[in-house]
């Protein structure tokens, strides 16, 4: 039979509650989504941009899709930088002038994703953006890409 001095059994007992307390601080729900403050979030993950063509950020509470056009965006390369929060996947439809451009997606970790998007010709920008992991916050913003 193993004997413990009481230090050693103090100092055992000590690390296992540090461990539990620790293991269920790592389990706490995620900040409360309808609570979120966006525009301070979106500070914090987006790149300062000039010569933004288009931008949103929000809160997808449901799955409905939630779209922003605006109505003039001259032929060329953009870059559309996205990012969420929350968990899972934010999905981003793109069209010009009612025709599909592209789909992209971020992974809502906190992190930057960023796609090239080529618009065929001068027209209405469309963005959709939606997800099957609702709730989250969601940020996005469209600029000419860098030659």
Not at 35 to 62: C, F, H, R, Y
Request: aromatic letters at 4%.
């Amino acid at each position: 039979m193993l004997k413990l001095s009481s230090t050693r059994r103090r100092a055992g007992l000590v690390a296992i509650i540090a461990a539990a307390l620790l293991g269920a601080s790592a389990c706490q729900a995620p900040v409360n989504i309808a609570d979120a403050d966006v525009s301070a979030w979106k500070e914090k993950v987006l790149p300062a941009a000039t010569g933004m063509v288009l931008e949103d950020s929000g809160k997808i509470l449901n799955r409905d899709p939630l779209v922003k056009e605006t109505p003039s965006v001259p032929a060329g390369t953009y870059t559309l930088t996205m990012a969420c929060d929350g968990g899972g996947k934010t999905y981003f439809a793109v069209s010009s002038g009612g025709n599909k451009i592209t789909d992209a997606a971020a992974a809502c970790n906190g992190s930057l994703d960023v796609v090239k998007i080529k618009v065929p010709g001068t027209g209405a920008l469309s963005i959709s953006t939606s997800s099957v992991d609702a709730p989250l916050i969601y940020a996005y913003h469209v600029v000419p890409a860098a030659s």
